[in-house]
């Protein structure tokens, strides 16, 4: 767990905020005015946490709040031991923060890589907290049709799974992502694509590698691909969404921004994925970012993003 008060030789500048309503101490940025109607809450994903998001908080809290939480195993948020960290836990715990101690309303969810299942399950949920979604280089599971046949083609054509698939069959995937601390900078940068490697700094570096500490501080990057190349063969089939629930958000304002040069979702998948789920939404093609837009382009990010806050 990265310690309270760190801030990457400035680049992260926000308070701290720490809750335990989940049964672990979960970190959350919260800025920008209280009394906003419509917050804006940004959701990270693998290998990450909210310092994928430092770009867009600052410009963003002047006119929202915006809230940006670290799932379990990443950030700030602690590692605990005795919890799953699949999916549907990081569900829960994002309830707990939105929900039992924010009560937050009016959400517009901005979500990346594994954000986007937890954001689309939590929405489902709860869809009448939910006012927008914003999607960037992720997928939403909403019950739209054709997705999971593109999941399928995307997990075979995926560098990014290719090599989960292999590294889990030859025993090396846990080694690998339990020693994260060291590999991270090499799989954001050539197994999902960071398309600017000259923003590759030591702080840069040290933001990423820095919770995983050790093999028990990786718990969380190591189960969110284990669901996927790995699956439980004892568990229950995933049930399908509520259609009321799908329904009202599928109505929702919508927007993907994807960057084009992303080898862990690609965009001949992704892109259909999001259609199928909003036929009339925009859909941004950044030609210049890989998986990460918000690294690789985050002027262009937050324009998207305001543009889309304020036209909706």
Known sequence: MIPAEETFDGTWPFRANYTEA????????????????????????????????????????RTHRVVVPDHMGFGKSATP?????????????????????????QITLVLHDWGGPIGAEFALRHPGRIARVFATNTVLPLGQPGYGELMVANFVDSAWFRWARAAQ?????????????????????????????????????????????????????????????????????????????????????????????????LPRHVIP???AAFPDAPVIELADAGHFPSEDTPETLLALLQLFLHST
């Open 22 to 61: 989940a049964g672990f101490r979960q970190h959350y940025v919260d800025e920008g005015p209280r009394g906003q109607s419509d917050p804006v809450v940004l959701l990270h994903g693998e290998p990450t946490w909210g310092y994928l998001w430092r770009h867009l908080i600052g410009p963003l809290s």
């Open 81 to 105: 031991d005795g919890s799953s960290y699949l999916l549907g836990e990081h569900v829960r715990n994002l309830e707990s923060l939105l929900v039992d101690v924010l009560d937050l309303k």
């Open 169 to 265: 069959q030859d025993g090396s995937l846990e080694e690998v992502l339990g020693n994260a601390g060291s590999t991270v900078t090499h799989l954001m940068l050539a197994l999902q694509t960071v398309a600017r490697p000259q923003i590759v700094t030591p702080t840069w570096v040290r933001a990423y590698s820095a919770h995983f500490t050790g093999r028990a501080e990786c718990r969380g990057v190591i189960r969110f691909p284990q669901q996927l190349v790995a699956p439980d063969p004892d568990a229950p089939p995933a049930a399908a969404p509520d259609p009321v629930a799908a329904a009202a958000i599928l109505a929702k304002p919508a927007m993907l921004a994807e960057g084009m040069r992303d080898t862990a979702l």
């Open 273 to 275: 994925a999001f259609r």
